[in-house]
DNA sequence: CAAATAGTGTCTTTAAGACAATATATA
DNA sequence: TATATATTGTCTTAAAGACACTATTTG
């Protein structure tokens, strides 16, 4: 074997794909966090991942939506990569490189799966601080956080945390859940408007006062992004 | 051992760290490209990286700024996350994952160290295309050049591609090399006075007309990110 | 002075913010 | 009818686009 391919001149790091699995559930913003069943931090809630398996997994996008399905069976409507985190200390066996994705579903696609078990639940993102965390999850889950904020202000996202069909009230508190701001009305159907990725559905629903249009993502859309961010304030 | 510890289960993918360096020279964008000294792909183009050195890495930020810095002898003034990039097929030993960052220096800095070497080159992002290149790297180029269109639409990291002194027009032809688009110089303006980022000089310096007032960034500032991007046409 | 580039003034355009007004449910 | 929520209308505001106009330098 020629010297080029010696790899093991180099200690490979340590290599795994976690995932953030956020939805809106009360809403509010929640993430999917797993009781961990191995050492290290066994026992504590982590993010879903692991491993790469090279016989299942044809790209680390896989790799993630494995992991995601194993602890919720389902696919989630959007996935995206964040970052890799990594440094000689994060994780107890060595350096170690972790590919961060972060990913979005509606509650219902979910619920009577995690009902059913205990070594996974949705956390509320407010509780996050004070519970104890494996690794530098919290870490990571409060960047994938701040990226979910920073892409619904200029994006239509917020709607994969929803049900397929969704009336302009439940994306507007969808959205609000994410930024933690207030935002107008108007502004969000003026945008449902211009994207033009949906449909207004025959149907409308209760709502505690007058009945709200039912809308749903066009088939195969693609994401519109806006040229100008919803304010803060 | 207990078997939780047992990595030997999973095959660790191949991992590597490459970075793809932009700068601006004949006021066009240009690349960093290096001839390969190893297979696979010897002798042809690639990005500047290679294998996490455990003993030298804090951390992949530090891999690609080592890589960096073998290649040009110096830091570049940005350096930013790009994305993962993994497969099966995309390297011929294997599963591979390569972590990808992307950096912007002034060609100053580098202009000696390039000049004496023959196996490091800046491109220009048009001969790419045509260009026979290692591994899936083309594809990267173009995803790092959208990101940083991408990024040159909101805020003020062209600068980065420049001398640390400049003046508004040397700054207006980078991100125009960047973006393919003319940009209002008024709007340009407009963003200096708004992000108070820089700092007029008391120099200026000629330009084929009148004087030109040399700017800086001020120091250690944050970058600035606008709400709205700047409209391509 | 002509040509070139720098810098300013200002009107227009675009899309969001603010919020009033109207519509339609339920108790 | 009172209340709650949905929907629409429209005026204001913020920041970019367009582009004319002035300023300063060199040949």
Redesign the interface.
């Given at each position: 074997m020629?010297p080029?391919?010696d790899?093991t001149q180099?200690?490979?790091?340590?290599?795994t794909v976690d995932s953030v699995l956020f939805t809106i559930l009360q809403d509010s913003l929640k993430v999917l966090l797993v009781k961990r069943a191995?050492?290290?931090f066994?026992g504590r809630w982590g993010l879903p991942g692991g491993?790469?398996?090279?016989e299942l997994?044809?790209?680390?996008?896989m790799s993630a939506l494995r992991k995601i399905k194993e602890k919720t069976s389902v696919a989630p409507q959007y996935l995206e990569?964040l970052?890799?985190f990594?440094?000689?200390n994060r994780d107890p066996?060595?350096?170690s490189?972790t590919?961060v994705y972060y990913a979005l579903i509606s509650p219902q696609q979910v619920a009577t799966q995690i009902d059913s078990v205990d070594d996974v639940r949705w956390v509320d993102l407010s509780e996050i601080p004070d519970l104890a965390v494996a690794f530098d999850h919290k870490h990571i889950i409060e960047k994938a956080k701040a990226r979910l904020q920073q892409k619904a202000l200029y994006s239509m996202i917020p709607v994969y945390c929803l049900p397929d069909q969704f009336t302009i009230g439940q994306l507007k508190t969808a959205i609000e859940a994410i930024i933690s701001k207030p935002i107008q009305r108007k502004s969000l159907v003026r945008r449902i408007e211009a994207s033009n990725m949906f449909e207004a559905l025959d149907e409308k629903v209760k709502s505690g006062g007058r009945l709200a249009q039912l809308y749903k993502l066009k088939p195969d859309v693609d994401i519109v992004h806006f040229?100008?961010?919803l304010?803060l304030g």
């Open positions: 020629s080029d391919y790899l180099y200690q490979n790091p340590l290599f191995n050492a290290p066994k491993f790469v398996d090279v997994d044809d790209n680390t996008d990569q970052q890799a990594s440094g000689i066996r060595g350096f490189v590919l040229e100008r961010n304010s």
